[in-house]
Structure formats: structure tokens, C-alpha cells
């Protein structure tokens, strides 16, 4: 893009998919240098820690109307799960090294070295992206950097000539893997059969069965397939940029515009009196990055965020309108009777299309400004490679509430067969629209920081040392959410003569969050390198990296309530004295405090290997052991009930969690053609150590030792084909009224019985995969180019208990097909599902095996076609500095065992998304 990145991707071709890479696109005295954050840089060649990084050039490839979406797959180290919802709320979920805490799994995320959520940003203003994963580098977070650090740098003014550069995409986004369900007379039938396998008269008649079947009476014996009415084919959207960066004697600059809107899938929308009930999003990110030459000895950097949304839904949360969806049978009332009323009954009130049309609608805004200052002073006056500096950021954000929402009417209709008569029956009436505003949420977040750099240098020694104090304060609209933390931070990075390394750190943290009387603490760190390619035995033209690496180190976490530590006390009614029967109110006690409330302590080991040759391949590969502890669990497993109240948590947790994380690229250009090809693999398994564990008499019921979110249920070795059966067979079943068809258990401990003692541990963690991989390709030729990026997970596991999917007819649920056509019937007897039942099944739908499915996966994330108009034709605009058109697709396609619904997506809920991009790039 400009000399500056040419330079960096051609002294760290691994700059992409590596565990110890530079991580800014920034150079100093011609040397690649990353941040660590905390205003402390390396040497990219010198780094001991565990960094990986992706820059704005590998990110560009991306859908781009969720900043968090875009990093699938990009980062070693880091796992990236899609979320539900629309294209706009869908922002992933993000694991840096997996799980390592029975509480907060979240990584601190810092935007331009402030904590700063991702999802404030539009793609277009971020730089690069790295995951801090060692002591090393999260220590200097102290007590919150356990869960690992992600840095996000915005774009800044460059060296070259000013250039402006606009950009339009028309974004269509399209629902994957709708839940299929039967019509209104396969339900009908359905429904009966249930009835029939429960013992109780069937619901419908042989001649309303036909009724359905036939559709003479569609208003009274409907079939609305309500995913089709509800749900159009696809949303659609615009994303437009606007900026310009550049630089003058004293300043240079970046400052861009972004507009995104969406349209949702929702239909119908504007059945309303000049209002729409679409979920329809837009947003505006205004940004302003200056760097500000004050003095030959002085430099500022001014950096301004201000972002506007806008969010439109239906009167009814997006949440419930699913849950209708997925709940309401084809036959359970048309859309609106012959007498042009909502159809519903007592039994099925949720119309789904009336809860998109009916009850009004809802809007939200969001405004934010993020401000931040950086003043950096040369002090070399005073000490020659000293320099110092001041930064402070204010950043607010306020959300506004528009509700204008009613309540639909709704009647029920009768038709009998055989007089013809027709009964309507009202079970409520139309409302009028309700208007309320209210503020829903003001948060101020103010940050300080005051550094002071030592870089010195004499024969082979070089020495870069850093001394830092910073506090951060965030206080929120209600009582006790405020929060603050301080650190003090020390930090030193030593090499001779360019091959021996040293870093060393120390910071002291504190948290408001923890008792006044014990709220600091202290995380050191040691990391040591060695470049072994630097030494004479070793010294090759074709070698152009060969380094060891290993850190050990403590950081902490303590994202915890406010006041754990304190004993609380509230109003409590039932208080009788003497003989009155009247209980008077008075004050009881609520909440014991947590004695001794500490932060959790995470001992982090890594060590690890950098390969580079040719000037094309790269490889590094790391292992890593992080042994958590102090981590806050339940206490009331160790004090009887008798107490009364609940018992406050302890800090007796300890979880293990190590692993291997290994990545390549291959970079070359053979003539006019460029390609690329790169990959990166993770494993990464946690264990329980101690968590304050209940009694439990067998050691397979025992979560400890076990990982985190481990399912856990009954192992499936059958379905009972008969009574006989179930007669005969010497072990019983007690987990409710058993039939055939219902499924058969294994006895685990070999009572005779099947109760809560034969429970196991069922499949992989349920939350985060313990493999996560990628591979990347990509070609261009002279102009013309293709990128392609596959994800996927392995040993993960989800369990299966989506309403009407997986658990029909319960509930007045519908049926999907899939459960229909497998499930076990006297007609069906191989059918691999258990029978249908209407009164519920606590013996078949329970966790057990046969819902503990296989969630691994492997996904088409990106996929990206484009041209890019050749430099003479350029030229003979006389305007144009470059010209791009693409087309991109996100989420193409899915290879996995359970086929009918997205891995990442089991609930009834919004669908994910296949995402498609076409737009152009243009710069002047």
C-alpha cells in the first residue's frame, strides 16, 4: 500500500499467522518493531514473548460490516466463534488460547492502547490487530491480563504524498439452515400419534385430518408455513467510505467517514400507519487521527471517535419473535380469520406475523465520542535516550430508548364439518401505540498515563527500559457499577550483540473491585531468546530467522460484582413479635461478604521456536502451560443449608489449561504472479483442578478433573422396541413414565437402576473447540486475483435441544421433519429418534448421548474475487491513484455432522448469515 508496509512484508513475511510477529506497521531506525502496548516497543527479530498479528491488508479480503468478523482464522492463538443474529450483532466470540477460568473467558481488548470495545469500530479505520498470549506481554496488565490482551491500531497519516480514497459496498446477506417444519396435516397426524403413544385420546378426527390435509377450509384448518411468512430470502445493506491521509511539515493526518446501513429479513414490515417494523441498523463513524510535530523535541497525537447508531425492531424483542416462529404449528390458526382479526387461540396467543406487524415498534440511538491525547516529550537533554509522555482518554457513550409498542387482537375460529357453522371467539383486542423514551444506559470511561523510555546502546549491548504508571476509571448510569484500576509498571529488554535476549517485567495492579484492604498486586515476568542464526555456526544466506524463545510469568484477573467483599444488608418482611400476628419489616442481612476476596493468578509458561528462510517460508511453533488459580467458586458446597442465607465464594478454583499452537506461510512472486499460501493449527485442553466440588460417590460423576463446560448425561445403548422389553430387562429406568419407544440407558455402576448416578461425561467442551485451524490461499496476476480462507474446529461439542427440532410437539411445539421422518413409531421401528409424546418425556429428553452431537466443523470464511485496474490506464485518467472492484462471500459453505442446523447456531434464534459483498476501492 505504501513503502512502509512494502518494507515490513518484506523483513516479516510472517507478519501473518505467526505467534511472535510484529504487530504494528512501524519502523524505527529502519529496524520492524511491535508494541507491546504500555508505549514499550521491540526489535521484531528480538521479541522472546508470544504475539501474532494481522495487518489491514490480510483484513481487507473480509466482509467488513462487523469488525470482530473479520478475524476468524487470522490469528494464531486466537479463537473466533460466530455469534447468532442480524449481519450488524452477530460480532464473534473471542478465546485467546481457549479457557483457563471458571469465570470470565473474555480477553481485554484495547483500541489505540485504551480498553475499547471492538465493536465500536468500523473495519475500515483499523491498521492491525494482535493477540498478546505469554506473560511476557500480559503481564504488563496485571490483574487483567490473565485472559490474554488484543490490541486494535487505527489507521494514522502517512509520509507520502495525501491521498484520498473512496469506497462503496452493496452488502446482501442470506439465512442459512432455516429449521424445516412439517405442514399443518403431517403436525395434525403428528400430534395425534403422540396422544396415542402417551395413552390419551387422539386431538383430531379422521375428518378434520382430511380437513387439513385438503385444505377446503384453510381459515379454519390452516397450513401457514410460518418461516416463509415471516422470513424474506435475504437483508441488504450499503457501506460507504470516505478518507484521506496524508502529511505536512508538522502534521500528518488520517481522517475518515463511514456510513453502514442494513435492512433486515423480517416480513411483513409496512402493514403499519407510516411506521416499519424492520430490523433495520444504521451507523456513522466520523474519525480524526493527527500527529502533531509541536516542537523539534515535542510530538502530540490526537485521536477522535465519534460514532451515531441507530437500531429499529418490532414491538416484540427480536428473542420472542423467534421463539414464535419455532413454537407455533402450521395448523394451529391461519395468519387472520375470514374476518380480517389476528388469528391466535388460548393455547397458541404467539402469532408470529402479528409479532412482527402488530405491536408497534422500537428504536434505539447510540452516541459515542472517543477522545484520546498523547504527548511525548524528547528528554534526551537531560539523559540522552530518554524520552517521556502523558496520555489521557475520554471516552462516552449514551443510549436513547423510543418505544411505541401495543398489543394485537386476536380471535379463534371453529368451523364444524358437518353443520358448516363457524364460531369466533375473541380472546383480546387491538391496543393503540404506547410512546415512552427513556435513557437506557450513560457510561463515562476516563484513562491517565504518564511513561518515562530509557533507550541506550554501547558496543553490543542495547538496552530499552520502560517505567509506567496508568489509572483507568469507568463509571456507569446506576448504583455500584463503577470500577477502577491502577497499575505501576516496570519493564526492561536487554540483548547482546544481537542474538542474546532478555526481557523483564514487573507491574503492580490494583482494582476497586477487590477489598480496600488487600487490592493490589504484584506480576512479574522473565523472558530469554536466542538467535541462533546469528551465530557463525549457523550464519546461511538462505536462513534468514532462526530463533528459541521461551516466558514465564503472572498476570491476573478479577472481573468480578462490585462489592463481593462486603456484608449487605436489605429490607425482610415475616418478623413477628410477642403475640401479634402481623409480621413487621425490618432489616436482614443479603449478602455475606467474600472473606479474603482476592484476583485470580494465572502462572504462564511459554516456549517457542521462529523459522525463517528464503526470504518465503515462514514457521513458528509454540507450547504453553497456564496454571490458574485463586479462581472464585461456589463455597456453599463446603457449609450446610442450615446457614440460611447464601454462602459467599471463595477463591479456592484452580484450572490447567496448556497446548501447541503451529503456523506457515509460503510468500513468492514469480514474475507478474504473486502467491500466498498459510495456515495455522491450535490444540489447546483444560482441565478442572479444584473447584469446591459437592460430594459426588463415583469418580465418573465427578466434574472435577474434567474440562470446562463438559457435558455431562445418560449414555444412550438403545430404544425399547416393546413393553416386553422393558419388562424383562433387569435394570429399571427412574427418570420418569417409560414406553416403547422410549430410549434405553446404560447402567454405569451396576445397581440396577438408572438415576442421577449414571450420569458421564459426554463429548468435548460445549463452548470453545479444543482444535481450531485455518488455511489461507491467494494469487494475483496482474491485477486479477482470488483469496480464499477455510476454518474449522475439532473436538467440539454442542448439545441438541433446540424447541420443535429436537424436542417436538412438547410444549405445544411444532415438529420439524427431520425429527419426523427418523423418529421410532410401530411403523418406524428402526428409527433412530425416540417416540413422539405430548405429555414430555423426562426419560428422553434429559442430557444423554443421542443429544450430545459432534459440533466440528469446517467453514468457507472467506472468499474474495477482484481486479485491479492496471497502473497505465491509471495514468491516462490523470486522477486516479488506484481502482479495485471485488465481489466477496463470508460463510459459503459448512462441513459438518450436524447438517440441519449451523454448528455455531443450535437455538431458535435469528439465523447466521451467508454474507456477500460487491463494491469498488478508488484513491486519488
Known amino acids: ?148 490482551v488484543i490490541l486494535v491500531k487505527t489507521k494514522r497519516g502517512s509520509l507520502t504524498s495525501p491521498q484520498i480514497n473512496f469506497s462503496y459496498e452493496f452488502n446482501m446477506a442470506t439465512p442459512k439452515r432455516l429449521p424445516d ?37 384453510p381459515l379454519f384448518y390452516p397450513n401457514v408455513d410460518w418461516v416463509d411468512e415471516t422470513l424474506r430470502g435475504a437483508s441488504y445493506g450499503d457501506n460507504i467510505t470516505f478518507s484521506a491521509r496524508g502529511s505536512g511539515k508538522f502534521v500528518s493526518y488520517y481522517t475518515m467517514l463511514n456510513f453502514l446501513d442494513n435492512r433486515g429479513i423480517l416480513q411483513p414490515t409496512g402493514d403499519n400507519d407510516g411506521y416499519s ?237 477487590l477489598d480496600p484492604d488487600d487490592r493490589w498486586g504484584i506480576f512479574p515476568a522473565i523472558g530469554a531468546g536466542w538467535i541462533l542464526s546469528e551465530e557463525s555456526f549457523l550464519k546461511n544466506d538462505w536462513l534468514n530467522l532462526l530463533k528459541l524463545r521461551a516466558s514465564y510469568g503472572i498476570s491476573g484477573r478479577a472481573d468480578y460484582d462490585v462489592n463481593l467483599f462486603q456484608d449487605i444488608y436489605g429490607s425482610g418482611g415475616s418478623y413477628f413479635f410477642k403475640n401479634t400476628p402481623t409480621s413487621i419489616s425490618g432489616m436482614k442481612l443479603t449478602q455475606l461478604g467474600v472473606e479474603g476476596l482476592t484476583y485470580e493468578k494465572s502462572h504462564k509458561l511459554n516456549v517457542g521456536v521462529d523459522f525463517k528462510a528464503w526470504n518465503k517460508f515462514s514457521l513458528a511453533i509454540d507450547a504453553f502451560y497456564d496454571h490458574r488459580t485463586d479462581i472464585l467458586v461456589s463455597g456453599s458446597n463446603a457449609v450446610s443449608g442450615i446457614l440460611g442465607l447464601a454462602v459467599p465464594k471463595v477463591n479456592d478454583g484452580v484450572v490447567d489449561n496448556k497446548g501447541v499452537e503451529i503456523a506457515l506461510n509460503w510468500d513468492d512472486k514469480i514474475s507478474n504472479f504473486t502467491y500466498h499460501v498459510g495456515g495455522q493449527f491450535s490444540f489447546v485442553r483444560n482441565e478442572i483442578i479444584e473447584q469446591n466440588e459437592e460430594y459426588r460417590p463415583y469418580d465418573y460423576l465427578k466434574r472435577t478433573g474434567g474440562s470446562l463446560n463438559q457435558l455431562f448425561g445418560y449414555e444412550v445403548v438403545g430404544i425399547y422396541q416393546s413393553q416386553e422389553e422393558i419388562d424383562n430387562r433387569e435394570v429399571k429406568q427412574y427418570l420418569g413414565d417409560v414406553r416403547p419407544g422410549d430410549l434405553m440407558f446404560k447402567d454405569q455402576n451396576g445397581d440396577n437402576r438408572i438415576d442421577d448416578y449414571d450420569q458421564v461425561a459426554l463429548g468435548y467442551n460445549s463452548t470453545c473447540p479444543e482444535i481450531y485451524y485455518s488455511f489461507d490461499l491467494g494469487a494475483e496476476y496482474k491485477g486479477l486475483g482470488v483469496y480464499a480462507l477455510f476454518q474449522g474446529t475439532g473436538n467440539y461439542s454442542k448439545l441438541l435441544d433446540t424447541r420443535s427440532i429436537y424436542r417436538p410437539i412438547v410444549g405445544n411445539n411444532t415438529i420439524s421433519t427431520y425429527y419426523y421422518e427418523n423418529r421410532w413409531s410401530e411403523t418406524n421401528p428402526n428409527g433412530t429418534l425416540p417416540r413422539l409424546t405430548y405429555s414430555g418425556s423426562d426419560n428422553n429428553y434429559n442430557n444423554n448421548s443421542l443429544w450430545v452431537a459432534d459440533a466440528s466443523f469446517l467453514k468457507l470464511r472467506t472468499l474474495e474475487m477482484y481486479y485491479k485496474l492496471p497502473e497505465k490506464l491509471l495514468k491516462k485518467t490523470g486522477f486516479l491513484g488506484g481502482a479495485k472492484i471485488f465481489a466477496r462471500a463470508h460463510d459459503l459453505f459448512c462441513i459438518d455432522g450436524i447438517d440441519i442446523r449451523d454448528p455455531e447456531a443450535i437455538g431458535a434464534s435469528h439465523p447466521t448469515m451467508t454474507q456477500y459483498a460487491f463494491g469498488f476501492n478508488l484513491s486519488f
Open 1 to 148: 500500500m505504501n513503502k512502509k508496509i512494502n518494507i515490513i512484508l518484506a523483513s516479516v513475511l510472517c507478519s501473518f499467522n505467526l505467534m511472535a510477529q510484529v504487530d504494528t506497521l512501524t519502523i524505527h531506525k529502519d529496524k520492524v518493531v511491535i508494541d507491546y502496548g504500555r508505549n514499550i516497543t521491540h526489535d521484531a527479530r528480538e521479541v522472546t514473548g508470544a504475539v501474532s498479528t494481522a495487518t489491514s491488508d490480510k483484513l481487507s479480503h473480509k466482509n467488513s460490516i462487523n469488525a470482530t468478523n473479520q478475524l476468524f482464522g487470522m490469528l494464531p492463538g486466537l479463537q473466533v466463534l460466530q455469534n447468532t443474529g442480524a449481519v450488524w450483532e452477530d460480532g464473534a466470540t473471542m478465546y485467546v488460547r481457549g479457557m483457563g477460568t471458571l469465570n470470565s473467558k473474555s480477553p481485554l481488548v484495547l483500541v489505540d492502547g485504551f480498553e475499547r470495545s471492538l465493536k465500536e469500530l468500523s473495519s475500515e479505520e483499523i491498521e492491525s490487530v494482535s493477540v498478546l498470549k505469554d506473560a511476557v506481554a500480559t503481564s504488563l496488565y496485571g490483574i487483567r491480563g490473565a485472559n490474554g
Open 181 to 217: 417444519f412439517v405442514d399443518g396435516y403431517t403436525y395434525a397426524s403428528a400430534l395425534n400419534e403422540a396422544m396415542k403413544n402417551d395413552g390419551s385420546m387422539p386431538r383430531y378426527s379422521s375428518a378434520e385430518l382430511d380437513a387439513f390435509k385438503n385444505q377446503t377450509n
Open 277 to 513: 417494523t424492520q430490523l433495520k441498523y444504521s451507523k456513522l463513524n466520523v474519525r480524526t487521527n493527527l500527529d502533531i510535530t509541536a516542537s523539534p523535541t515535542t510530538t502530540v497525537q490526537l485521536n477522535l471517535l465519534g460514532n451515531f447508531s441507530e437500531h429499529n425492531r418490532p414491538g416484540t424483542e427480536v428473542g420472542d419473535i423467534f421463539t414464535a416462529i419455532y413454537q407455533v404449528p402450521a395448523g394451529a390458526f391461519p395468519i387472520k380469520t375470514e374476518r380480517g382479526i389476528w388469528g391466535g387461540t388460548t393455547t397458541y396467543g404467539n402469532n408470529p406475523v402479528a409479532n412482527i406487524s402488530g405491536k408497534g415498534y422500537a428504536r434505539s440511538q447510540t452516541r459515542a465520542l472517543f477522545a484520546d491525547i498523547h504527548l511525548k516529550q524528547d528528554l534526551a537533554a537531560l539523559l540522552p535516550g530518554l524520552t517521556g509522555g502523558i496520555k489521557v482518554a475520554l471516552d462516552n457513550t449514551a443510549a436513547y430508548w423510543d418505544s411505541n409498542t401495543k398489543s394485537f387482537g386476536y380471535e379463534s375460529a371453529v368451523l364444524d364439518l358437518e353443520t358448516g357453522e363457524k364460531e369466533f371467539k375473541t380472546h383480546a383486542n387491538e391496543g393503540t401505540l404506547s410512546y415512552s423514551k427513556s435513557v437506557g444506559s450513560v457510561t463515562t470511561h476516563f484513562n491517565f498515563e504518564a511513561y518515562a523510555n530509557l533507550t541506550r546502546q554501547w558496543g553490543k549491548h542495547d538496552l530499552n527500559a520502560t517505567f509506567m504508571y496508568s489509572m483507568d476509571k469507568i463509571k456507569s448510569k446506576g448504583r455500584n457499577t463503577g470500577r477502577a484500576f491502577m497499575d505501576v509498571i516496570g519493564q526492561a529488554h536487554y540483548a547482546y550483540n544481537n542474538r542474546y535476549l532478555v526481557d523483564l517485567s514487573l507491574s503492580g495492579s490494583a482494582s476497586s473491585i
